[in-house]
T-cell receptor, first 113, second 113 residues
């Protein structure tokens, strides 16, 4: 079974600073990986996905993530944080041919002015 | 209009009451899911359905039941609500391709007193 670990339940950054959210997965076979964002009182919105094409994946709102098989990681970054990036972020993994999406516990991002 | 619509958005009820949460989608997807979200636990799968006649238990199905009334409609019921079912509930849909993401509704916030 797939599992996901997000390191850090809360991250606080200054506006304009780098945002780095860490995600590690457990799988012997490279899976499909997703990052979702949840704004207050809203559902989960897809930021980006990795499906075995390019290892550096660009998403919406200036976010990107790099798949590193050797480290079983899929960390999410944004070079310059904006106040509107304050939200909760979830990493999720799905095995190839699988239906089940396994979520990490989430990381809440706050942005300081 | 939203692709995945959940009703109601908020509900407060008492222990022992029967509650139904509804989900409808316009994405044309065959697969539908119900999750609950609790702080620090991410999203956990309650039930999923691959089509109208194919319904399966997820990892935390005890105390819940579902009905797939049509391809576009998937409802979740709590037969006799208890306080530890207080949570945020999400409906999601996906195509049959495992490399595609799931699409989420805006959630139902359920409080059981």
């Amino acid at each position: 079974a797939q599992s996901v670990t997000q390191l850090g339940s809360h991250v606080s950054v200054s506006e304009g600073a780098l945002v780095l959210l860490r995600c590690n997965y457990s799988s012997s076979v490279p899976p499909y990986l997703f990052w979702y964002v949840q704004y207050p009182n809203q559902g989960l919105q897809l930021l980006l996905k990795y499906t075995s094409a390019a290892t550096l994946v660009k998403g919406i709102n200036g976010f990107e993530a790099e798949f590193k098989k050797s480290e079983t990681s899929f960390h999410l970054t944004k070079p310059s944080a904006h106040m509107s990036d304050a939200a909760e972020y979830f990493c999720a993994v799905k095995g190839v041919g699988d239906y089940k999406l396994s979520f990490g516990a989430g990381t809440t991002v706050t942005v300081r002015a | 209009d939203a692709d995945v619509t959940q009703t109601p958005r908020n509900r407060i009820t008492k222990t022992g009451k029967r509650i139904m949460l509804e989900c409808s989608q316009t994405k044309g997807h065959d697969r539908m899911y119900w999750y609950r979200q609790d702080p620090g636990l991410g999203l956990r799968l309650i039930y999923y359905s691959f089509d109208v006649k194919d319904i399966n238990k997820g990892e935390i199905s005890d105390g819940y039941s579902v009905s797939r009334q049509a391809q576009a409609k998937f409802s979740l019921s709590l037969e006799s609500a208890i306080p530890n079912q207080t949570a945020l509930y999400f409906c999601a849909t996906s195509s049959v391709d495992s490399n595609q993401p799931q699409h989420f509704g805006d959630g139902t916030r359920l409080s059981i007193l």
